[in-house]
C-alpha cells in the first residue's frame, strides 16, 4: 500500500469520510473506476454505520415504536445506498508496484448532513412515525 493511501484516514481533516479502495484489473482505466468505486462503496458503509447509530441513539432515548424505528433505519440505508453521494470527491489515486490502482476519497460533513437530510425527509413520508427524527442535528452530535 502506498504512503499517501496508508496515511490517508490519519491525515485526513476531521470533518470528512475517507473512502479507499484499490483495484487491479486488465487495464488501468478500468483499475482506477473500480478502485474508485470501492472507495465509494466504503463511505457509502461509513454513512450506513452512522444511520444506524442514530437510530439506536435515538429508539434509546425516546418512547419511539422499534418497528418504526426499524422501518425507519431499513428505508434511509436503501436510499443512501441507493444515493449517488455526490459531494464524494477523488482526493488522489496512486498506483503502486505491483501495479494496483489506490483510490482515496472524501466526503465532507456539510455533504453527509445534505445526503442524510435528502434520505430523511423521503423516508419520513414512508414512515410518519418517525417525523420528530433530527438526524442531521444527530449526525452533528456523532461528529
Not at 478502485?35 to 437510530?55: G, L, P, Q, W, Y
Not at 431499513?74 to 436510499?79: A, D, L, S, Y
Amino acid at each position: 500500500m502506498p504512503y499517501n493511501v496508508a496515511n490517508a484516514r490519519r491525515n485526513a481533516p476531521e470533518d470528512v469520510l475517507v473512502g479507499i479502495g484499490n483495484a487491479k484489473m486488465g487495464t488501468d482505466a478500468q483499475s482506477r473506476n473500480i478502485a474508485a468505486t470501492r472507495a465509494h462503496a466504503e463511505i457509502s458503509n461509513s454513512m450506513d454505520s452512522i444511520v444506524k447509530n442514530m437510530v439506536r441513539d435515538y429508539t434509546t432515548s425516546n418512547e419511539v415504536d422499534p418497528q418504526a424505528a426499524l422501518a425507519f433505519q431499513e428505508n434511509i440505508t436503501v436510499i443512501l445506498s441507493k444515493s449517488d453521494l455526490s459531494g464524494a470527491v477523488v482526493q488522489f489515486e496512486e498506483l503502486d508496484s505491483d501495479g494496483q490502482w489506490w483510490c482515496v476519497m472524501y466526503l465532507s460533513k456539510a455533504n453527509i448532513a445534505k445526503e442524510i437530510s435528502q434520505a430523511q425527509a423521503t423516508t419520513r413520508l414512508k414512515v410518519p412515525a418517525m417525523t420528530a427524527f433530527d438526524a442531521e442535528n444527530r449526525m452533528n452530535e456523532a461528529f
